[in-house]
């Protein structure tokens, strides 16, 4: 199951991406029985905000939104027009602020950047079920 949206950009968009992510879910939930824990929903809504808010402060123009769903995993990507590559910053717990892409990195399975013919994709994998090793 995938599902895609166009994200304006605009101060809403990031409250928008988080409902059409639990949305998203909600369906797949009912539709393939799949079974989304309570973390998967969680870390899900955590990592569409913070890659859309990194979007939304760092490149100018429309979002992407996709979202698909395995038996395993739900996959989140964003794609945004600047081609700048992010990096995660080393960590430093004085700092206040811009450690999205860390938290992102932290609590995905997969994470990856993908250079594309205009902008970048930024793609998350969190795992639909709990399991060993994997609480917080």
Excluded at 90 to 111: C, M, S, T, W, Y
Aim: glycine share 6%; with cysteine; proline share 6%.
């Amino acid at each position: 199951m995938r599902v895609g949206y166009a994200l304006d950009g605009d101060d809403s968009c990031i409250a928008d991406a988080r409902r059409h992510a639990a949305a998203f879910l909600d369906r797949a939930s009912a539709e393939q029985h799949l079974p989304v824990s309570a973390r998967a929903r969680d870390l899900t809504a955590l990592v569409v905000s913070e890659l859309v808010t990194n979007t939304r402060k760092y490149a100018p123009g429309p979002v992407r939104l996709e979202l698909r769903i395995t038996a395993r995993v739900v996959e989140v990507t964003v794609w945004d027009s600047d081609p700048t590559m992010p990096a995660a910053r080393a960590a430093d717990p004085n700092r206040i602020g811009q450690h999205g892409l860390e938290i992102v990195k932290a609590v995905a399975e997969d994470f990856a950047v993908q250079r594309e013919a205009v902008g970048k994709r930024i793609t998350a994998r969190i795992p639909l079920a709990d399991g060993p090793g994997r609480g917080f």
